[in-house]
């Protein structure tokens, strides 16, 4: 059993998108080598918003892809269930291009790291940057996010669950599910 609390709000959540975003104006100001690269399912979400704000400020296209890292995990085996697949759509070359991974939760690294094999088989970018909403911590891979909504420290056991008006049809919210004793 675990007790549940908001971690972060809609208005949070908006707000961390905002200095995502912002954070990756003031690295890189130029938006024209820039791209972005959501992770299933809410990393998209999440991309497809910042894809917005760095349009705003730099009044160009900014291309977009998805990423559906399921056969690239290393716990394939171990999970006991047969995952759903999603989307890997990236229909621009990356190869010289600067990357924007884009996921929800960071936690372990090991999403990332498969996410960065994928992405390796459609090119070699010149380089390739994380932004999270959530840093929960608990890493077991030298795997950091450059761009980061909050960072919080979590046990093991804890749940980290965001949900996104598009894809859990409710208000933006992100839930903390402490492990209780």
């Known amino acids: ?52 704000l760095l349009e705003l400020h730099s009044g160009n296209e900014i291309k977009m892809g998805t990423l559906d890292i399921t056969f690239y995990r290393d716990d394939l085996a171990t999970r006991g269930i047969i995952p759903a697949i999603k989307e890997t759509t990236i229909e621009f ?5 600067i990357v924007i991974l884009v996921d929800d939760v960071i936690f372990t690294g090991r999403t990332t790291k498969a996410a960065m094999e994928t992405l390796m088989s459609f090119g070699r970018p010149q380089i390739i940057r994380l932004a999270v909403l959530i840093d929960r911590g608990n890493r077991e ?29 409710i208000e933006d919210t992100v839930l903390w599910c402490v492990e209780e004793g």
């Open 141 to 169: 891979l030298p795997i950091q996010p450059d761009y980061c909504g909050i960072k919080i420290n979590t046990k093991l056991n804890d749940k980290v669950k965001v949900r996104l008006n598009e894809t859990d049809g």
């Open 1 to 52: 059993m675990c007790e549940e609390k908001i971690l972060m709000n809609k208005h949070q959540i908006d707000e961390s998108i905002k200095k995502i975003s912002n954070d990756i104006i003031n690295e890189f100001g130029d938006m024209s080598n820039v791209t972005l690269v959501g992770i299933q399912t809410r990393g998209v979400e999440i991309a497809k918003r910042i894809k917005k």
């Open 93 to 97: 070359n990356i190869t010289k291009k």
